[in-house]
């Protein structure tokens, strides 16, 4: 997936810097939802600190760039906004995560369901589906 992020800066109003970049790179290179701590580890020899990645992955979110991931972990993660949607499973043990899809139908007949039971609600905009358990490695 290559995507124009020096475009993507510039159109939600932000500086273009190698920092902000590299960040996004970092996104773009792996396809799991990643924290700040996992950034700090890839980009601490080119001098960016944790409270830099800290400002940018929330000045992210706040725009649009990025969307949390909730994976019940202590730390935040962020993926990039617009990749496919899809959900992750979780490993209770070593925190492995892992994507699938394969949701818009099930997703469709449940908000249907949902509406039909709670009438203080007429629009539902997003879902969130994560699954937890024990992958195949801890099991052992």
């Known amino acids: 997936m290559v995507k124009d992020f020096k475009s993507i800066?510039?159109?939600?109003?932000?500086?273009?810097?190698?920092?902000?970049l590299d960040i996004l790179s970092i996104f773009s290179n792996d396809c799991k939802p990643i924290n700040a701590e996992y950034i700090y580890k890839i980009l601490k020899n080119k001098g960016v600190n944790l409270v830099t990645i800290y400002r940018t992955l929330l000045s992210f979110e706040?725009?649009?760039?990025?969307k949390r991931a909730?994976?019940?972990?202590?730390?935040?993660?962020?993926?990039?906004?617009?990749?496919?949607?899809?959900?992750?499973?979780?490993?209770?043990?070593c925190k492995k995560v892992s994507n699938f899809d394969g949701c818009k139908e099930d997703a469709?007949?449940?908000?249907?369901?949902?509406?039909?039971?709670?009438?203080?609600?007429?629009?539902?905009?997003?879902?969130?589906?994560?699954?937890?358990?024990?992958?195949k490695k801890c099991k052992r």
């Open 9 to 20: 800066l510039k159109e939600k109003g932000f500086k273009i810097t190698d920092t902000r």
């Open 62 to 66: 706040k725009t649009g760039i990025l």
């Open 70 to 93: 909730n994976l019940n972990q202590e730390s935040v993660f962020y993926e990039l906004v617009g990749d496919h949607h899809h959900h992750h499973i979780v490993c209770l043990k």
């Open 108 to 135: 469709d007949l449940l908000i249907r369901k949902a509406l039909k039971q709670n009438k203080d609600f007429d629009f539902i905009s997003h879902h969130s589906f994560d699954l937890f358990g024990i992958c």
